[in-house]
């Protein structure tokens, strides 16, 4: 039972458009997403993160979305870059503890 | 600053041996969690510690899985006679406190493959 779900398993974009990463979960316990960052052969990266009282936060090029009713978050990148070429995760965790639900991942490939 | 560090990088491992898997996480980080990450999904938990404390370990897959932190600081993560269903990547991450919201990390994992 996958509680937080990435449908779409990859993104393709031009150079300097918008990539838009979506995220779902189903556990409404959720009270803190976070998006993590993977290149091959390395661990995940924290990119950003949001907690469930507010509906965006911004850290330059990224900003993630909550819509809580939806149970749903998006990423956007703007302007996309070639660098940001990788597998994005989507993660989840609870107020009970600290370990990580992720998402399935999404391989986003940005176009020069 | 040096980040956090695993050994080996890569196992191979005929079924049925054990092996072990070693997690450096960053000087001082209190929090050290396990995940198994297979061909294709996402990082799933296995275990937690908070210290030396083995807080949460309701993601080891069997009793064959087995983690230990002795001192705090290093840990390491063992499996018993190793199956097929093991091969993926072992991850091990860090936090610098027990808080639910500190970012975690990662350290490049180490993949496992059983033959």
């Known amino acids: 039972d996958q509680q937080v779900k990435q449908n779409s398993p990859s993104l393709s974009v031009q150079e300097g458009r918008i990539s838009i990463l979506n995220c779902d979960y189903t556990?409404?316990?959720?009270?803190?997403f976070l998006w993590y960052k993977k290149y091959p052969a390395e661990g995940p990266t924290f990119l950003i993160s949001?907690?469930?009282?507010?509906d965006k936060n911004e850290d330059g090029r990224f900003t993630v979305f909550l819509n809580k009713s939806a149970k749903h978050l998006s990423l956007h990148i703007v302007p996309s870059q070639p660098g940001d070429s990788a597998v994005y995760f989507c993660?989840?965790?609870?107020?009970?503890?600290?370990?990580?639900?992720f998402g399935k991942g999404i391989t986003l490939s940005v176009r020069p | 600053g040096a980040g956090v560090s695993q050994s080996p990088r890569y196992k191979v491992a005929k079924r049925g041996q054990d092996v072990a898997l070693r997690c450096d996480p960053i000087?001082?980080?209190?929090?050290l969690f396990w995940y198994q990450q297979a061909l294709g999904q996402g990082p799933e938990f296995l275990t937690y510690?908070?210290?030396?404390?083995?807080?949460?370990k309701s993601g080891l897959p069997s009793d064959r899985f087995f983690a230990e932190r002795p001192e705090g600081s290093v840990s390491t993560l063992k499996i018993q006679r190793t199956q097929q269903e093991d091969s993926a990547v072992y991850l091990c991450?860090?936090?610098?406190?027990?808080?639910?919201?500190?970012?975690?990390?990662f350290g490049p994992g180490t993949r496992l493959t059983v033959l």
């Open positions: 991450a860090s936090s610098p406190g027990g808080g639910r919201n500190n970012e975690q990390f």
């Open positions: 556990n409404s316990m959720f009270d803190y």
């Open positions: 949001i907690s469930s009282i507010k």
């Open positions: 993660a989840a965790n609870t107020g009970a503890n600290s370990k990580l639900t």
């Open positions: 000087s001082g980080h209190v929090s």
């Open positions: 510690f908070q210290n030396e404390a083995q807080l949460d």
